[in-house]
């Protein structure tokens, strides 16, 4: 489903992104970590298309997107939430997630349609909002949700763009215990074809939910394999975690 060969990305003299390598086959579940300023966050950026890559190629289900807009990531299947929330705050939940399945959709083009009236719409975002438990909460402002519902909000916008791979980063930054385990169940409810590639801090969630990890350090890819396998490592330990190997 993605295969990144190579990629390299420079601010000035500081390389952040340097040579990384990385493959997922359809339906992995697999996380990238590394200590604040391992480059997470910019190869995120750089397979979203928020960056371009000074060399090295991008490949979602064999097709080449390394030099393609956002956007039309998006069209080909990739989608991705956000460490900070990127949300409508003056929006409802079902106004938020009918606008994404109507630009999805290609809807959003027709201008003279009413969108109130967009049956079809309202009802994804129904069970848009169902599916990551805002049934409740469609007429809510986005503002008024809890910082937790907003996180379960962001991955739901994500998922309207009807996305093969998804990247999440940090979907636990800044919640309680409660809320992350509630954003475990989330995530480990997706759907099965759905590849998932995620950015975590929270050890014990990564752990759990990977199948296969990725230790970034200095922009490098530092060590890939089996949660077991990375769990075990004196290099991961010494570096990632600050214990003596």
């Given at each position: ?65 390394t030099h393609l807009s956002p956007d039309r990531r ?15 705050l003056g929006m409802t939940v079902a106004e938020s ?149």
């Amino acid at each position: 489903m993605l295969e990144v060969a190579h990629l390299r990305k420079s601010f000035g003299s500081l390389l952040v992104t340097d040579d990384i390598s990385l493959s997922l086959t359809v339906g992995a579940r697999e996380a990238v970590i590394g200590p604040n300023g391992a480059g997470k966050t910019t190869l995120f950026n750089l397979l979203s298309g928020e960056l371009r890559p000074d060399a090295g190629a991008i490949r979602l289900g064999g097709r080449d997107i390394t030099h393609l807009s956002p956007d039309r990531r998006v069209m080909a299947g990739l989608a991705r939430s956000f460490q900070r929330n990127n949300l409508f705050l003056g929006m409802t939940v079902a106004e938020s997630l009918a606008t994404v399945a109507a630009l999805r959709s290609g809807e959003a083009r027709v201008f003279w349609r009413s969108f109130a009236g967009a049956r079809a719409l309202h009802e994804r975002a129904a069970a848009l909002a169902e599916s990551v438990g805002l049934a409740d909460h469609l007429a809510t402002p986005v503002r008024h949700l809890s910082y937790g519902s907003q996180r379960q909000l962001e991955i739901a916008l994500a998922l309207a763009a009807e996305p093969r791979l998804l990247l999440l980063d940090e979907p636990t930054a800044g919640m309680s215990p409660e809320e992350t385990k509630s954003m475990q169940r989330l995530i480990a409810g997706l759907p099965r074809d759905l590849t998932l590639l995620l950015i975590e801090h929270d050890m014990d969630v990564v752990f759990e939910m990977a199948e296969r990890i990725t230790v970034l350090d200095y922009g490098k890819v530092l060590l890939q394999g089996p949660p077991d396998e990375i769990r075990r490592s004196a290099i991961v330990r010494q570096i990632y975690l600050g214990e003596a190997a």
